[in-house]
């Protein structure tokens, strides 16, 4: 069984080196091989050397916050036993585009790196909140509740971004350049920053992996295993907020990725989060990077920003994990 | 009172999907009097009340009533002469008792009719009935189990059927509760002679109220007739694969179901 | 217990209620009539009613009768309409988060208007079909996906919210390649607005309202009746998939129509509801009252947002600052008690 998923483990990361490889070489610009060969030897003195030489953060911030994005679900889904957690619908992106609108609009905002922190902090307090109101009551997190949270909240975030907006014409454009995100702007000194936070979240969550595999037995269970569960679910709760915290932070709102990924590994791998974790992570970042290319290949000479093409292929997703879920357990 | 109204279930076939729950299933249902639908869980039994309750429509096989197929007949004449108390209804928030039992005469109401004194007696004397009279302006939010229990079986009275089905009646009740409401349901059955049919879990409280017991094994009515003929040791083997011992109960001379467990193996 | 008894307490209940719809009357004809007279030049009540007797009045005549009366019967009708779809979908669905609003359906018609301004470049009254047509196909599509060996609300609530999800970001999509002249016309249409109201934008909607809202109140018992569960409805003789299905299409061609001459004004179809839902007596229909609130909080808000804070917001920034604590609100309360509508 541990080599099966060894193999698996080992054909992922065979598959991501080709696709990072598949991102720095195609874009709008056609490139040859030679080219491609002697930008990444570290010439940088041609036309198409120079492009690829953009594209080399483009990617590895795309590999970044898709690993992030993909942790950050399994283990929210983990910490909430709910299918359907991912940091998409539970307002994760509205809580950080909110923030960074009020810090535009009010605080004078203007520095690239400020933003990161400002939507970290607003992405995690609209994911704690969407949580704690979704577990209310009867049942718990429950599927239904969550989302409904969720949609709510971001629907509430929203109408609150417009108020914002919609007098001030001059914050429009550079709202507007924030929310575009994706990962086409990236440049490495911004990858810099937000580099650490998602390092310490990742660490955070593989740790508590071994605590999620008793969590998923249910609370009274898992207590009874030793576990201290409101400890390693707020631990684990943390790490996921900072991964998608950041990662929403840099790279704007980029839904379902947190929500497919894990689902397709848990099919590969089985549910034991510590197989599970490192799998999404690659799985992930392999995701984002293709739905990157395939942004930039579909409607060239435009580009398609990451997070459309995720919706695109993810909303679909979601309505099939939805139909085939029972009834009564949503 | 004479009530003739005949229900049958004609070689009926039930199935969610693909999942096949009842297959090729006869009852006939005994007018005025009570049926307890007895079973393990997941044999079909509540799906068999849903049938006769025209909520499931047959994929083979159908039930009639008094001699004309369920399903044909307009829904509301269905509802004027059945009523059914499903599992888990839902009251809305903040209805008081009264307007909540008064739903039941929705059938005997027509698009623009106006609230009637009919109505309005058929009300009263369901609350009358039930003994929830003096809760009647309360809020439903405000009451006990039993009591909204109370509430949501004078709301099926206040619908004026002859034929009653009950959904497992006595889940989430304690003892005390459970036989109140079994009571109020014999109570109802001799002063009014209604048809009352109902899905019970708990073998002894069947065999104590119902005249007749439907065991339902794996789709199939498996044996059918009086609790004193019917729940003997063989059939709890055969239907719940349970060892015990059948004696006659003290209290009413009915079959009281001593289970046996490993332990107890004398 | 005597029938008269119970009698008296139902009476009592009814015309409780039958004053707490004559309220509401009162208050939106108060809003409405203050909201003729005050604008840039200020009218008395004694020109805005010779207007609208049809007299001609100079200056008056144009400023009431083409550009305010417009715009509040626009405001009434379109809230009118959120708050009756918005309970029907909150009944039928048993839970007061489930409007139009949150499930997609509004969703549906942003995404198409947003389409016609920003990449085809309509004109309003393109705009308004195309989103109409895109509520309606919206509607169709989460009903059909969500249709599995039956109905389920549950289910069409998370299938609503991944369509709406999908269709949030077409919206974006467009929205970062607008120039920024049309990121502001399409900011606004997203928001909600009676700008530009005139009697060519009221008639379809009028229509609308005229042919379905005494459809839906015609069909109330049976919404009432849908409140206990989907079974025991079935029981009391409602058909259950004809009686949804009539009642799905008047709400979403209502939304679809008031969503197409408003745009989808923030939270109206959801708060109406459950405010409606407070104020009411036990056992009442929800809803005439819902429709009521609605319609006070459209043209309430329409007036704060005109002349009340500095700037002029359009309604839908004003129902969506309303909205947006209450939902919180109601969200934490309904989670809490586990409770329906």
Redesign the interface.
């Known amino acids: 069984m541990s080599t099966a998923r060894l193999a698996w483990v080992g054909a992922g990361a065979g598959c991501l080196v080709l696709l990072a490889l598949a991102s720095v070489a195609f874009g709008n610009r056609e490139i040859s091989l030679h080219e491609l060969i002697a930008a990444l030897a570290g010439d940088a003195n041609g036309v198409g050397q120079a492009a690829v030489a953009a594209r080399v953060p483009r990617t590895v911030l795309a590999l970044l916050v898709g690993a992030a994005l993909a942790l950050s679900g399994a283990t929210m889904q983990a910490v909430t036993r709910n299918p359907l957690a991912d940091p998409g619908i539970l307002g994760v992106s509205s809580g950080a585009a909110l923030a960074v609108v009020i810090g535009i609009a009010f605080f004078g905002l203007s520095d690239p790196y400020g933003y990161i922190g400002v939507a970290t902090l607003g992405a995690a307090v609209a994911a704690v909140f969407v949580y704690a109101v979704g577990s209310l009551g009867r049942g718990g997190a429950t599927p239904l509740k969550l989302a409904l949270a969720g949609a709510a909240t971001s629907a509430a975030l929203s109408s609150l971004v417009s108020a914002v907006l919609l007098p001030r014409v001059d914050i429009l454009t550079t709202f507007q350049f924030w929310q575009i995100g994706g990962v086409g702007g990236a440049e490495w000194d911004r990858i810099g920053v937000v580099a650490p936070f998602l390092l310490a979240g990742a660490v955070i969550v593989v740790l508590s992996g071994r605590g999620l595999n008793t969590l998923a037995l249910g609370d009274d269970l898992a207590a009874g295993l030793g576990t201290q569960v409101r400890r390693t679910r707020l631990i684990a709760a943390l790490g996921a907020v900072l991964l998608c915290g950041a990662a929403t932070a840099v790279a704007g709102p980029i839904g379902f990725v947190g929500l497919v990924i894990p689902h397709l590994c848990r099919l590969v791998v089985g549910s034991d989060q510590r197989w599970l974790l490192p799998f999404t992570a690659i799985a992930g970042a392999g995701l984002l990077v293709a739905a990157d290319v395939l942004g930039r290949v579909v409607a060239r000479p435009e580009e398609i920003e990451v997070g459309i093409v995720t919706a695109l292929i993810g909303a679909p997703f979601f309505i099939w994990i939805v139909r085939r879920q029972k009834v009564r357990a949503l | 009172m004479t009530l003739t109204h005949q229900l049958v279930a004609d070689e009926i076939t039930l199935a969610y999907g693909d999942r096949l729950v009842v297959d090729e299933l006869a009852l006939e249902v005994a007018p005025g009097r009570i049926t307890a639908i007895v079973g393990a869980n997941g044999c079909g039994k509540s799906t068999l009340l849903r049938a006769l309750a025209r909520l499931l429509s047959p994929k083979s096989g159908q039930v009639v009533l008094d001699g004309v197929e369920l399903n044909s007949r307009p829904t509301k004449e269905v509802a004027r002469l059945i009523g059914l108390l499903p599992q888990s209804p839902i009251a809305p928030e903040g209805i008081v008792v009264a307007d909540l039992v008064g739903r039941g005469r929705h059938p005997h109401q027509g698009l623009f009719a106006r609230w009637s004194r009919a109505d309005d007696e058929a009300v009263a004397a369901a609350l009358d009935a039930t003994g929830i009279a003096d809760l009647a302006d309360r809020s439903v939010d405000e009451l006990s189990g039993g009591q909204r229990q109370r509430v949501w079986i004078a709301m099926a009275l206040a619908q004026q059927t002859d034929i009653l089905l009950l959904d497992e009646p006595t889940t989430f009740l304690d003892v005390a509760h459970q036989i109140e409401v079994l009571d109020l349901l014999a109570d109802l059955n001799r002063a009014r002679g209604t048809t009352i049919v109902m899905v019970l879990h708990d073998l002894n409280l069947a065999s104590r109220y119902a005249d007749e017991i439907v065991a339902v094994c794996r789709g199939r009515v498996h044996a059918l007739g009086e609790p004193g003929v019917v729940v003997t040791a063989e059939l709890v083997s055969e239907v719940f694969g349970l060892d015990s011992e059948v004696i006659a109960d003290p209290l009413t001379g009915k079959p009281l179901v001593l289970p046996r467990g490993r332990h107890h193996v004398s | 217990?005597?029938?008269?008894?119970?009698?008296a307490?139902?009476v009592h209940?009814r015309q409780r209620n039958a004053l707490l719809i004559a309220g509401l009357c009162v208050a939106l004809l108060g809003v409405v009539a203050v909201t003729l007279m005050v604008g840039n030049t200020f009218y008395s009540p004694d020109e805005v009613l010779r207007v609208l007797l049809g007299e001609q009045v100079p200056g008056a005549s144009f400023t009431v009768g083409e550009l305010r009366l417009p715009r509040v019967v626009l405001g009434m009708l379109a809230g009118l309409a959120f708050g009756m779809a918005g309970i029907t979908f909150q009944t039928m669905l048993?839970?007061p988060?489930?409007s139009p609003?949150?499930?997609g359906i509004s969703t549906g018609a942003s995404a198409a208007a947003v389409v016609g301004i920003v990449v085809l470049s309509l004109d309003e009254t393109a705009v308004s079909f195309l989103a109409l047509a895109g509520a309606l196909v919206t509607a169709t599509a989460i009903y059909g996906?969500?249709w599995?060996?039956g109905f389920?609300g549950?289910?069409l609530?998370?299938?609503g919210?991944?369509?709406?999800?999908?269709l949030?970001?077409?919206v974006?999509?467009v929205?970062?390649r607008a120039a920024?002249w049309d990121?502001?016309a399409a900011?606004?249409w997203?928001?909600g607005s009676l700008n530009g109201a005139s009697w060519e934008r009221v008639a379809p909607l009028a229509l609308a309202t005229l042919v379905l809202a005494p459809l839906l109140v015609?069909r109330r018992?049976d919404l009432?009746?849908l409140?206990?569960?989907d079974?025991?409805a079935?029981?009391?003789?409602?058909?259950l998939r004809p009686t949804r299905l009539l009642l799905i299409l008047a709400a979403v061609a209502l939304i679809a129509f008031a969503t197409a001459a408003a745009g989808p004004i923030?939270?109206v179809a959801f708060m109406a509801g459950p405010i409606a839902?407070r104020i009411t007596a036990?056992?009442a229909s929800l809803l005439v009252p819902a429709a009521l609130v609605g319609a006070l909080l459209v043209v309430a808000g329409d007036l704060v947002g005109q002349f009340a804070l500095g700037?002029r917001?359009?309604v839908?920034?004003v129902t969506?600052?309303i909205?947006?604590?209450y939902?919180?609100y109601l969200?934490?309360r309904s989670?809490?008690?586990?409770?329906?509508?």
Do not use: C, E, K, W
């Not at chain 3, 217990?1 to 009698?7: G, I, N, P, S, V």
């Open positions: 217990m005597t029938a008269t008894t119970l009698r307490g139902r209940r048993r839970n988060l489930a609003d949150i499930i996906l969500s599995r060996r389920a549950a289910r609530i998370l299938i919210i991944g369509v709406a999800a999908m949030h970001s077409v974006s999509y929205l970062t920024a990121i502001q900011l606004q997203l928001a015609s018992r009432d009746a409140r206990l569960g079974d025991a079935a029981a009391l003789g409602v058909r923030a939270f839902a036990s056992g700037t917001y359009p839908g920034v969506g600052l909205g947006a604590p939902l919180v969200l934490v989670n809490r008690s586990g409770a329906s509508l």
